[in-house]
């Protein structure tokens, strides 16, 4: 498994956009932590490997498309939007910001795309 930040969120993503749930728990450090854009956060790979498959379940077109990428040592924001056919909530621009260590992703955080969280995570 390569150990390029940004390589490794864009694997991350592609198994999301998947719905590979194992490649995406093999992306996981044991720690993993998952933030939401309301500020919810999740932790442990097996609790998120649980959320990840319902989460899979009840939004089958989920996917996340890239267009932006910002990398600071293990940090990596991305900007770029969501599309979601039932869920409103889901669709449209966002942040991600992933946190890679040692070949994993550590944390997983979402945030809206405003121009105040463009400059908070440096996009």
């Given at each position: 498994?390569?150990?390029?930040p940004?390589?490794i ?15 995406l ?5 044991e720690?993993?932590?998952?933030i939401d854009s ?14 990840w ?19 600071d040592?293990s ?5 770029g ?6 869920e409103?909530a ?19 955080r979402v ?6 969280n ?5 996009l």
């Amino acid at each position: 498994m390569g150990a390029d930040p940004q390589e490794i969120v864009q694997r991350f993503n592609q198994a999301i956009n998947n719905q590979d749930l194992e490649k995406l728990v093999a992306l996981m450090t044991e720690d993993h932590k998952f933030i939401d854009s309301t500020g919810a956060e999740e932790q442990g790979k097996a609790r998120m490997a649980a959320s990840w498959e319902g989460f899979f379940a009840a939004f089958p077109d989920y996917q996340n498309v890239f267009e932006q990428f910002e990398v600071d040592g293990s940090r990596v924001a991305v900007r770029g939007y969501s599309h979601c056919s039932n869920e409103p909530a889901l669709e449209g621009p966002a942040i991600w910001v992933a946190h890679v260590r040692d070949g994993r992703v550590s944390e997983w955080r979402v945030v809206e795309d405003t121009p105040e969280n463009r400059r908070e995570f440096c996009l």
